[in-house]
Structure formats: C-alpha cells, structure tokens
C-alpha cells in the first residue's frame, strides 16, 4: 500500500544546531507539503512543492527550507533551530496541484532547548 | 489571502448527542472544503470533502457537512456521537493554490 513515512519521529536538538527532517512519499504524487501544528493555530503551511526541482514559500516559512530532488523526497532542514521551532511536523502529498484532499505522514515532535 | 475560521475551540458532549462544528471560510474564487480529523497521537484522515454538485456531503463514520455557498460556510454534523469520536477536527479550503486550515476544534465525548 502506497504511504507517508517521516522520520524521525521524535527529536531533541539544541538552539542552533541544524536538522533535517525526512519525508517519504511512495504514492507518486507531485505534490508534497510541510506543516507546523502547534496549539491554536492549526496546521500552518512551511513550504510545498508541485514537482522536482520546484519549492515554494508557505505562511510561515522563515527558518526552513527544502529541496526536491525526486518525486518521493520533500526533506525539511532547519538551517539554524530556535525554540519557537518546537512543534510537531506533518508531510503531506496529493496527487492534483492544489486542489485535491492531502494524505498525511504520522508526524514529528521535535523539541529545541 | 484565503482563511478559515472554526469559531468553536473545545466542546463536550455527552454520548448520543448530537454534533455541529461550524467552518466559514475567506476566499473569493471556487474553492474545494475539506473535513479531517486527527484521533489522540495519530495524524490527520479525510472525513469528507466538497468539490461541486450536491452541498450536503456525506463521509465517514456518520458525518456529512454542508456547503453553503451564501454563508460561506461548510459546517460539520454528525447526528449522535459516540465516546470514539473524541479527536480534533480540522476544517480546510483550498483555492487555486495551496490549503489552509482552520485552528481546529477539540472534540470531548463523555461517556
């Protein structure tokens, strides 16, 4: 059965320290995303991309970035972590740019001290 | 910029009662809805979506929502809800490009 896999599923950095998050698609959909849940506020757009090599900035993308390199792969890095960076990260992929209902991966907790 | 307000953060219910959780959206164009829901430690599952044709939606589990275009309004329903019905739920609108979710509104069903 085609999934979202994301690993780790739980992480504990420090302030500064780079991480990188990975998500894994085998449902061979262009389209990938990366939220932020955090209480409150939902489900928060980070970054998405419809394809290889394209990569787009969502609402709160500041302190992330991501490539895509092939159509399974979105990985999220934060370049420098902060503790406003705590949260839980969910992938997402869908199959029709835009406008069709995104499966989920089952999340990371990450934690910055 | 499109957004989506559930203007209910938490509610509890009692076993067999009845359920609405309202979802009204900002977006001027054609959009597309969607409910999900997020069980305690899991991530988020489709209950529903809207496209086009008939408003009332029916989905999994005894959910159905209803679209109504003038309100701009996709409220979630479910007639009587059952202690396993205690999750979050994520209302969500799509417009030409990426989708926006609702902050959620935590569902407590008391036995």
């Known amino acids: 059965d085609a999934e979202i896999t994301q690993s780790p599923r739980h992480k504990i950095t420090e302030t500064g320290r780079q991480v990188t998050l990975a998500c894994h698609q085998t449902?061979?959909?262009?389209?990938m995303f990366w939220y932020r849940q955090d209480l409150g506020h939902g489900l928060r757009l980070i970054h998405y991309?419809?394809?290889?090599?394209?990569?787009n900035k969502g609402e709160v993308s500041d302190g992330y970035s991501v490539s895509r390199s092939n159509t399974e792969d979105l990985p999220l890095t934060l370049e420098s972590a902060a503790s406003s960076q705590t949260s839980v990260y969910f992938c997402?992929?869908?199959?029709?740019?835009?406008?069709?209902?995104?499966?989920f991966g089952p999340g990371t907790r990450l934690t910055v001290l | 910029a499109q957004s989506v307000s559930q203007h209910n953060h938490h509610v509890i219910l009692s076993e067999a009662a009845s359920l609405e959780l309202g979802c009204n959206y900002s977006y001027g164009g054609t959009v597309n809805l969607f409910w999900y829901v997020q069980y305690p430690g899991q991530h988020l599952q489709l209950l529903l979506k809207?496209?086009?044709?008939?408003?009332l939606v029916k989905g999994i589990k005894g959910f159905e929502a209803e679209f109504i275009k003038s309100k701009f309004s996709f409220n979630l329903r479910k007639p009587s809800v059952q202690w396993s019905d205690t999750a979050e739920y994520f209302c969500?609108?799509?417009?030409?490009?990426?989708?926006?979710f609702g902050a959620g509104t935590r569902l407590t069903v008391k036995p």
């Open positions: 969500a609108v799509t417009g030409a490009d990426d989708m926006r």
């Open positions: 997402a992929s869908s199959g029709v740019q835009g406008r069709n209902e995104q499966f």
């Open positions: 991309s419809y394809g290889v090599q394209d990569t």
């Open positions: 449902w061979n959909h262009n389209n």
């Open positions: 809207y496209f086009s044709g008939d408003p």
